[in-house]
């Protein structure tokens, strides 16, 4: 069975008792610490940045995986580095040479992701799989939690499994956007293997039965 990760986008936690949050995730089962960072001109939304980071960073084991909704990008993926991260994924559309912008994030000791918006075409994948470490895929628009699942995903979540697994390299797939336990199973059946969830899983007035829920529906997944 393939190795499927939980991430808890942390958006959806209690701003007020992050670190708290966060630990109550990890105990829950929780794989990855998804960690949003928005500037409100890339995506009309403003969030958190390396300080946040640097402050989570001690109260977990977690990997904290970064998700750069931010332009530019390159400047700052020093300070993330610096602050703990382990994934640094941008946009794009962000940047002017997304491939050296992968280089440098590897350069930083971090692994490297991409992120596909809706809109945007997987054939711009096909130059950057030898330096890619992680695609996300945004089955969103990205800029806030609570949307819903956009259906059109699915189609680019299996082209991406495929491209993938031409490529023989160990390249994650990760899915965000309207993920809950209703849904996860048929998206990692088309190919995903980290699912964020950020109401899915910290509107639960229990995390660890809503983590139950997600684990037993990847259960059933044939992969
Ligand atoms: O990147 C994001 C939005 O840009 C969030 O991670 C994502 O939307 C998760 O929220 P939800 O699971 O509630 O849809």
Redesign the pocket.
């Known amino acids: 069975m393939a190795d499927f990760k939980i991430a808890p ?1 942390i ?2 936690a209690d701003f007020a008792n992050l670190g708290a949050e966060v630990q109550a995730v990890e105990k829950a089962g929780a794989d990855y610490c ?1 960690f ?1 960072v928005m500037d409100n001109h890339y995506v009309p939304n403003l969030t958190i940045g390396p300080m946040v980071a640097e402050a989570l960073n001690p109260v977990t084991n977690m990997p904290l995986d970064v ?1 750069l ?1 931010i332009e530019p990008v390159d400047d700052i993926v020093p300070e993330f580095a610096k602050a703990g991260a382990d994934i640094i994924t941008f946009h794009p559309e962000a940047s002017r040479h997304p491939h050296r912008t992968l280089q440098l994030i590897k350069s930083q000791g971090c692994r490297a992701g991409i992120s596909l918006n809706p809109g945007t075409p997987v054939e711009m994948l096909d130059y950057l799989m030898d330096e890619v470490d992680l695609i996300l895929v945004m089955s ?1 628009n ?6 819903a699942f956009i259906e059109s995903a699915m189609d680019k979540i299996r082209a991406i499994r495929e491209r993938i697994d031409n490529s023989g390299r160990a390249i994650e797939l990760e899915v ?4 809950k336990a209703d849904n996860v199973a048929r998206v990692a059946e088309a190919g995903a293997d980290v699912f ?5 899983v910290f509107k639960a007035d229990d995390y660890a039965a809503r983590m139950k829920e997600f684990r037993e529906a990847l259960a059933g997944v044939k992969r």
Do not use: A, C, K, Y
């Not at 965000?176 to 993920?179: A, F, N």
């Not at 964020?196 to 899915?200: A, D, K, L």
């Open positions: 986008s958006l959806s998804h949003d998700h909704m969103v990205p800029g806030f939690g609570g949307q965000d956007g309207g993920i964020v969830s950020g109401s899915g």
